[in-house]
C-alpha cells in the first residue's frame, strides 16, 4: 500500500464538476481583478469567522507583512515570535524592515508565553504568536501579556482556518490575524492567497488600500501601495469549499483520533493543547518520534511518505543567526526539531490507509 | 457602432485551449513553482532577447524584487517619472528609498535632461518607464547612468512585445520589471509579472527571495517573501505568448490609422512623435486634445469608450506629498494631464472600429475630411 503524505489528486476527483463550474462562472464575466467575488468571499469569511472585517490577498505571506505594515511596524521595532515555524513569519517582519525575536515554545509547541515576557524591550511593538499545525496558542496569556505590556498582538493564522478556541476563531484575538489558502491548508485555493482578518476600521481601511496600490479611488492615491490582490478565480473557489470547511476539518480529526489511538506506544508522543482549544484545524499531524530520522527512512522503504516539518528551528538558520543566542538558547524547540515527524493526513485518508501507517511505525521500533 | 475600450470578454470567450492545460495542472497539484511556471520563464526568456526571467505575482512585485536585488533601501532616492501608474513610485517606496519625480517630454516619456538635474549624492538608481509601451531615449539615458555611477531599473510594464532600435524593452538595464495583468499586451486571468535580467547573480537572489529564500525545503539563504507567478496564470501567459506579435500588429496596425487621420486635426490634436526605429506595443494609444473633457464626453455619448491615462500626475497625488522628492520642474506632465486622453486600439478592433472613432471626434472639431 502506498501511502503519500498529500493527495490533492484524491480531493479534486471529489470535486471536480464544482471546480469546474466555479471557473466557467467567473471567465464569463470577464472581469478579473477585485471583483465581487473577492467582496462575497470577504464577506462569507467574516460571516464564519466571527471576525469584523477581513480584506483578500495574494498570500498568507503578505497577510502578515501587510498586517505589520498596517500597524506602522517597521525600522527599529522587535517583534517577539516562536521559533517553530514555516519561514514567513520571518520573512514578513524582515520585509517590513523589522527585527525579529526568536522566543522558545512550550510542549504544544506553541509560544511560551513566560519565555516571551523575558524578551521584551522598549522596541518590542508586537507579538506573534503562531498557531503551529493548527492548534491554537495559549492566547489568554498571550492577551494578557500584551495588555500590560502594551504590545500589539498580530496572529500567524496561516494553519488556523476553521479552528476554535474557546469558542472564538484564532486570527480574530489580537489587532490582526494572517491566513493562507496556500494548496497545502484546508481551506485552499488552486495557487496563493491569504486573507486578513482584522476587528479596527483603521486597519482594515490601511490594508484595503494597501493591496490596490494605495488607491481611493481610480485617479486618487492617499499613499504608495502595492498589489496583493487576492485573484477573483481563486476568491470563487475558496468560496465554494468555504461550505465544506467544517467537514474537512471533521474529517482530519476523526483520523487523528484514530491515529493516536493506534500508536499508543512509548517511542510515539503527541503534542497536547496546553489550552483550551475546542477545535485543532489538524493542517498537519505532527508526532514526535525517538530515532526519527531511522523511522522516516523506514516508512519510505514502505512507501509510506513522512516528512519533517522542520529540523531546524528559525534562530538556528545560517540567515538568523545573528539574530539570537545560537545553539541551546532556546531548547524546548530545539529538542521538538530534533523528534518531529509529520504523518501523512488528510481528508481523503482512509482508516485502512491510517492502520498501515501506525502498524509499519509499530513494526520499526519493534525490530 | 460601439466601440469598447475593454476586450476581456473577447480575450477570453474561448478558453477550451486553457482550460485543457488547467485541468492537467489541477490534477498534477502542482500549484506552487513547478514545470508551468519554469516553462513559461524559458520561453519569455528568448521572447525578449535575456539570460533570465523570474515569474511573479504581479508588475508591482516585480519591480520591488528588482529594486531590492540590487540593493536599493532606505532613504536611496530612484529617478523616476512623474507619469506613470502609482506602482512605480509604490514599489520605491515599497523598500524604503524616495522616488524623485521628474517631468515628461512630448513624447510622454521621461525626460533626459531631467533626470540630469535631480541627480544627488543619495541618488542610487534610475527607473524610466515605458510608459504606454513606447519607450524613451533608453540610450541616453544608459550613457548618464554610466556616467554617474547609476542602476537602471526599467519599468517594461507596458512594453512587452515592443522593440527599442531591434531589442526589447527591459532589456537594457541591470533588471527589469513587466506586468501581465489583464490590460497589457501580454496578459493573464489575473495578476501576473516577470523581472528580466542578464546577470546570473541577480537571477539566483531574485529567485530565492520570491520563493521565501529558500534553498531548499529545509534550508533558507535569507529572508524571502512569496511573490510566486502561479502556475495557472504561467499557462495562460504561455498561451497568449504564442499570439503575441499578432496582437502587437493588430494594435500597430490600428494605431498607424489613428494617426494619420488624426494628424489631419494639427490644429486640435497633438500625438506624439513616433520612432521609425521603435515598434510600440500601444499598451496606451494616448494623445492631446483640446476641449479635453467635452469631447470625451461627445466620445462617450457616441459610444466610443476613452480613457485618461491619468488626470493627475503623481506628484500632485496626496500620496507623494509624505514620500517623494519632486523635480524641478514637472510642467510638461501638468500640461497634459489636463489634454491626455486615450483611444481604444485593441486587438478586437478593426479598421471600421478606427475610422467611426475618427469620424466623431471630426465631427467634434468641426472638421470634414475631404
Known amino acids: 500500500m502506498r501511502v503519500d503524505f498529500v493527495d490533492l489528486k484524491a480531493r479534486y476527483e471529489e470535486e471536480k464538476k464544482e471546480l469546474n463550474e466555479c471557473i466557467n462562472r467567473v471567465l464569463a464575466k470577464g472581469n478579473l481583478v477585485l471583483s465581487k467575488e473577492v467582496d462575497e468571499l470577504e464577506t462569507d469569511i467574516c460571516n464564519y469567522t466571527g471576525s469584523r472585517y477581513c480584506v483578500g490577498l495574494n498570500s498568507g505571506t503578505d497577510a502578515l507583512m501587510i498586517a505589520l505594515w498596517a500597524n506602522g511596524i517597521g525600522k527599529g521595532d522587535e517583534v517577539i515570535i516562536p521559533s517553530i515555524s514555516f519561514f514567513a513569519t520571518v520573512g514578513a517582519v524582515v520585509h517590513v524592515g523589522a527585527t525579529p525575536r526568536f522566543c522558545d515554545v512550550n510542549a504544544d509547541m506553541n509560544i511560551d508565553v513566560e519565555y516571551a515576557e523575558n524578551l521584551i524591550t522598549d522596541k518590542t511593538k508586537a507579538i506573534m504568536p503562531v498557531h503551529w499545525a493548527g492548534r491554537t496558542a495559549n492566547m489568554s496569556k498571550i492577551k494578557d501579556l500584551a495588555k500590560r505590556h502594551t504590545l ?68 486618487k492615491a492617499e499613499i504608495f501601495g502595492i498589489n496583493s490582490r487576492l485573484d477573483t478565480i481563486n476568491a ?57 530520522d531511522a523511522l522516516k527512512e523506514y516508512l519510505k522503504s514502505k512507501e509510506i511518505e513522512a516528512l519533517v516539518y522542520y529540523g531546524t528551528p528559525l534562530h538556528l538558520h545560517e540567515a538568523t543567526i545573528n539574530l539570537g543566542d545560537g545553539p541551546g538558547s532556546l531548547p524546548t524547540s530545539e529538542n521538538i526539531c530534533s523528534e518531529v515527524l509529520a504523518l501523512p493526513h488528510n481528508q481523503t485518508l482512509t482508516s485502512d490507509q491510517i492502520n498501515f501507517v501506525c502498524s509499519e511505525i509499530k513494526n520499526f521500533y519493534k525490530r | ?52 526571467c523570474v515569474a511573479t505575482n504581479n508588475g508591482t512585485d516585480a519591480l520591488i524584487l528588482a529594486l531590492k536585488s540590487i540593493g536599493v533601501g532606505t532613504n536611496d532616492e530612484v529617478i523616476t517619472v512623474t507619469n506613470s501608474f502609482y506602482a512605480t513610485a509604490g514599489a520605491i517606496v515599497a523598500v524604503g528609498a524616495i522616488p524623485v ?92 509579472g516577470m523581472v528580466v535580467t542578464n546577470d546570473s547573480d541577480l537571477n539566483d537572489w531574485m529567485r530565492k527571495y520570491r520563493n521565501h529564500g529558500m534553498i531548499s525545503r529545509d534550508t533558507i539563504e535569507f529572508w524571502g517573501v512569496n511573490m510566486r507567478l502561479q502556475p495557472l496564470q504561467a499557462i495562460v501567459a504561455k498561451q497568449r505568448l504564442q499570439v503575441l506579435d499578432e496582437t502587437i500588429s493588430k494594435r500597430n496596425r490600428n494605431a498607424k490609422y489613428l494617426d494619420e487621420n488624426l494628424s489631419k486635426l494639427s490644429k486640435y490634436v497633438q500625438l506624439p512623435n513616433r520612432i521609425d526605429t ?34 493627475k500626475p503623481l506628484h ?55
Open chain 2, 1 to 52: 457602432m460601439k466601440v469598447h475600450y475593454n476586450y476581456l470578454p473577447q480575450e477570453f470567450a474561448e478558453t477550451s485551449a486553457i482550460f485543457d492545460e488547467w485541468r492537467i495542472l489541477i490534477e498534477s497539484s502542482d500549484f506552487t513553482l513547478g514545470f508551468y511556471v519554469e516553462e513559461f520563464e524559458k520561453e519569455f526568456a528568448k521572447f525578449a532577447g535575456v539570460k533570465h
Open chain 2, 278 to 311: 521603435n515598434v510600440e506595443t500601444f499598451a496606451l494609444y494616448m494623445g492631446l486634445f483640446e476641449n479635453r473633457d467635452r469631447l470625451k464626453k461627445f466620445l462617450k455619448e457616441n459610444n466610443v469608450e476613452v480613457k485618461i491615462h491619468y488626470p
Open chain 1, 236 to 292: 470563487e473557489v475558496i468560496k465554494f469549499r468555504l461550505r465544506g470547511l467544517d467537514k474537512v476539518i471533521s474529517k482530519r480529526n476523526e483520523n487523528v483520533r484514530l491515529y493516536r489511538e493506534l500508536l499508543n506506544i512509548d517511542e510515539i508522543t503527541f503534542p497536547v493543547s496546553a489550552c483550551g482549544s475546542d477545535i485543532d484545524t489538524q493542517v498537519m499531524f505532527i508526532v514526535r518520534a525517538k530515532h526519527r
Open chain 2, 101 to 192: 519625480l521628474v517631468d515628461c517630454d512630448d513624447r510622454f516619456q521621461i525626460c533626459p535632461k531631467a533626470i540630469q538635474s535631480a541627480i544627488t549624492k543619495k541618488t542610487k538608481a534610475i527607473l524610466p518607464v515605458h510608459w504606454g509601451g513606447a519607450s524613451p531615449a533608453i540610450e541616453t539615458i544608459l550613457e548618464l547612468a554610466s556616467t554617474y555611477n547609476l542602476e537602471i531599473i526599467e519599468d517594461a510594464c507596458m512594453g512587452i512585445g515592443g522593440s527599442v532600435g531591434g531589442k526589447h524593452p527591459g532589456s537594457f538595464g541591470r533588471v527589469s520589471a513587466f506586468s501581465m495583468h489583464p490590460l497589457k499586451s501580454l496578459n493573464v486571468m489575473g495578476d501576473g
Open chain 1, 152 to 219: 500589539l498582538v498580530v496572529e500567524d493564522s496561516a494553519q488556523s482556518m476553521g479552528g476554535r478556541y474557546n469558542g472564538q476563531h484564532p486570527g480574530t484575538f489580537g489587532i490582526a490575524g494572517a491566513i493562507s489558502c496556500h494548496p497545502l491548508k484546508n481551506l485552499n485555493g488552486l495557487g496563493d492567497g491569504g486573507l486578513l482578518l482584522t476587528s479596527t476600521d483603521e486597519i482594515y481601511q490601511k490594508a484595503k488600500r494597501y493591496r490596490n496600490h494605495g488607491m481611493v479611488q481610480r485617479d
Open chain 2, 316 to 370: 500632485i497625488q496626496p500620496a507623494a506629498q509624505k514620500s517623494c522628492i519632486m523635480g524641478e520642474k514637472l510642467t510638461n506632465s501638468e500640461y497634459q494631464a489636463e489634454r491626455l486622453l486615450t483611444l481604444p486600439v485593441h486587438q478586437y478592433l478593426d479598421i471600421q472600429h478606427m475610422k467611426y472613432v475618427c469620424e466623431t471626434i471630426f465631427a467634434f472639431y468641426g472638421y470634414e475630411d475631404g
